[in-house]
T-cell receptor, first 111, second 114 residues
Framework: SQQGEEDPQALSIQEGENATMNCSYKTSINNLQWYRQNSGRGLVHLILIRSNEREKHSGRLRVTLDTSKKSSSLLITASRAADTASYFCATKGGSQGNLIFGKGTKLSVKP | DVKVTQSSRYLVKRTGEKVFLECVQDMDHENMFWYRQDPGLGLRLIYFSYDVKMKEKGDIPEGYSVSREKKERFSLILESASTNQTSMYLC?????????????FGQGTRLTVV
């Protein structure tokens, strides 16, 4: 059962440009999280935005949440080659233990 | 620094073997999870545990079992490995119920069943 769906599936940009990734979800949420995964590695938590928040910042990351449209976006400003990774949104699933991830956006930042 | 450690980065096993994937966390977290990640399918929850000796099935528990005898350790067991269990396996832990707070992931185990 998939909750989050990221868009685009892949994104290629030049260093210094901004990267925007979108996530749509299906059911109501208490919060939405974004994670990053470097190739062949585990996931790293980036940011959590609560359902009563519209925007949140963390360093070069900006996350927005529109609960009326059931969507969120992750903006990475002034991207670097080191930002090359896959990015996933995640929301709580139906059962107690389930954190449901989308399929991710694969970001490639060229130097 | 918080840490979730999986016992192996890469593992190659033969069909029919019993396989143990171990995961240890040092954060005293109640909740631990096992996911598998496959291209085009994303992450799928296999099992989770919210307390010692407690376990719950996730979306794809068939062919797997788990063990949580101590709070810090959560083991995934493939009773009789099959080629369709070739995958990346990710362990995670969190202080709060899934989706309420941050989850911490191990580095992953890439399992190949031949």
């Amino acid at each position: 059962s998939q909750q989050g769906e990221e868009d685009p599936q892949a994104l290629s940009i030049q260093e210094g440009e901004n990267a925007t990734m979108n996530c749509s979800y299906k059911t109501s949420i208490n919060n939405l999280q974004w994670y990053r995964q470097n190739s062949g590695r585990g996931l790293v938590h980036l940011i959590l935005i609560r359902s009563n928040e519209r925007e949140k910042h963390s360093g070069r990351l900006r996350v927005t949440l529109d609960t009326s449209k059931k969507s969120s976006s992750l903006l990475i400003t002034a991207s670097r080659a080191a930002d090359t990774a896959s990015y996933f949104c995640a929301t709580k699933g139906g059962s107690q233990g389930n954190l449901i991830f989308g399929k991710g956006t694969k970001l490639s930042v060229k130097p | 620094d918080v840490k979730v450690t999986q016992s192996s980065r890469y593992l190659v096993k033969r069909t029919g073997e019993k396989v143990f994937l171990e995961c240890v966390q040092d954060m005293d977290h109640e909740n631990m999870f096992w996911y598998r990640q496959d291209p085009g399918l994303g992450l799928r929850l296999i099992y989770f545990s919210y307390d010692v000796k407690m376990k719950e099935k996730g979306d794809i528990p068939e062919g797997y079992s788990v063990s949580r005898e101590k709070k810090e350790r959560f083991s995934l067991i493939l009773e009789s490995a099959s080629t369709n269990q070739t995958s990346m396996y990710l362990c995670a832990s969190s202080l709060y119920e899934a989706g309420t707070g941050e989850a911490f992931f191990g580095q992953g185990t890439r399992l190949t069943v031949v």
